[in-house]
């Protein structure tokens, strides 16, 4: 289970991220949006902040619980507890309000950030709480069946109509063998819609009139649903490496695909001038597009520690692979990236086969997926999928690929709660994003460029949730606007640090 979810994290930046579709930019068609009412158990509860059972939390870190519906359309149905975490302001006399942290994964808890920031966050803790909470995902990722972690099948990109029909039909069913085995009802209410609910519960737990919102990674999507049901209870939003989803899955994916593609090029540069790669003196591009070809027709042998013996397709490398065409510290993902294509291309599909075949097979798993398929991750049907692999396809030769959840949820059996719309065009304050120029910022302006008055700052290096890796001028620019209201001009940069 744990090597499930580390996998899903590792790859959550591209993996969250969907077919080729515009970008949602015609604010002004949307009207306001109202806010619906808070369950009156929300309403009526107030936090008691006590000792922490977990230990390894930092001092001065109080913790609490909150009591949520399983399903916000039955308030006095079924119920769950979600833990909260809180680093009280260290200047209560100055103390301006609570910052909610929105984790992403999709479906990590927000509690393993408390650490980070007590460390990484001290002057913005000065004048704010910092509240942490479990999201309903990492809590059903907890208690699912076992019957939700089998695979439903193993995930391809069909060629065909008939493929797709019958990939289809096999997810559907793992689908309704994981509700029907789910005794906690959370399957179908795990989706960030629901995730967004119980923030705004959070909020009138906490006795706050507004949030200033923390926001990283998958974490934008529920940020992105408060922002639609709640928009005059954001004071401040703060975006760091996002996945848009106000923009589309579809065109999020295509940026993110483009991104990973430039950085294949450079490390096709990079081989070509050391003698240390594994492919040097020869074109390390055409040996990647042989091997992937080849996989396709005739799939390698690999071994996952947690699922055991697989197969790794040329779809399959394409998508899970992604990580090593950033260069890490001195080359060295370069150089493990290099090795493992050389020995992959001699039947060895070892330096692949943890991230590709674990990656394959989590994504198939019908609980793991749950709230991406909530939230509209899956392709329509099988003309959008095709129509998404020609454009990720048609520039991008070497990385472009069909997402492997926009497959997996074509096949989810219930009506997506969490469906791909516009912001709403009034009553939300300028936001702040930031992004690393490997990947991030191109996904997090998209989002900032639909709010009049916003600003992205680029951080000149790689990096994914800039502030939990304690890039200072980032953790500058972000105190700044959280504490005072305050956004950097446009166009503001950050060096690598």
Known sequence: MKKTLAILTATAAIAALSPAAPVMAALSA?????????????????????KCSDKTLPAPTECATIEVPVNWAKPDGKKIRLDLARLPATEPGRRIGSVLE?????????????????????????????????????????????VCLKPGTELQDPRSR?????????????????????????????????MARDMEAIRAALGEEQLSLLAQSYGGVPSIAYARLFPQR??????????????????????????????????????????????????????????VRE??????????????????????????????VLPGEGNANWLAFAKSVDKA????????GDPVVTGVLSWSSPGVLAMSCGDGRGFADYDDLRTYRRAAEKNRPNLGSVRIEGVACTGWPLKVANPV????????????????????VETTRTLTDMIPGSVTVTYEGPGHVLWGMGKKCVIKHLTAYLTDLKLPPPGTTCPAE
Not at 170 to 182: E, G, P, R, S
Not at 270 to 276: F, V
Not at 429 to 438: N, R
Request: aromatic share 10%.
């Open 30 to 50: 949307t009207p306001p949006v109202s806010t619906p009412p808070v369950s009156t158990v929300a309403e009526a509860e107030r936090l008691t902040w006590g």
């Open 102 to 146: 929105v984790t992403g994964g999709p479906g990590a808890s927000g509690i393993q950030f408390v650490k980070v920031a007590a460390s990484n966050l001290k002057e913005l803790g000065r004048r704010f709480d910092l509240v942490f909470f479990q999201t309903r995902t990492s809590l059903w990722f907890k208690s699912m069946p076992k």
């Open 162 to 194: 008939k493929r797709h029909t019958a990939q289809t039909a096999a997810m559907t069913k793992a689908f309704l063998a994981c509700q029907k085995a789910d005794t906690t009802g959370l399957f179908a209410h795990v989706d960030s819609m629901s």
């Open 234 to 291: 954001i004071r401040a939003l703060y975006v760091d490496g996002v996945i848009n989803q106000a923009a589309g899955f579809n065109d999020q994916g295509l940026r993110v695909v483009a991104a990973f593609e430039k950085q294949f090029q450079k490390f096709v540069a990079w081989c070509a001038d050391t003698p240390a790669c594994a492919l040097h003196g020869e074109d390390a591009g055409a040996v990647w597009r042989a091997l």
């Open 295 to 324: 996989a396709d027709r005739k799939p390698i042998p690999a071994t996952s520690p947690y699922f055991g013996k697989g197969e790794m397709t040329g779809w399959a490398l394409r998508l899970f692979a992604f990580p090593a």
């Open 345 to 352: 291309r001699r039947g060895d599909g070892s330096g692949f």
């Open 421 to 440: 719309r516009p912001l709403p065009s009034h009553g939300l304050p300028p936001i702040l994003g930031a992004g690393g120029m490997s990947l991030d």
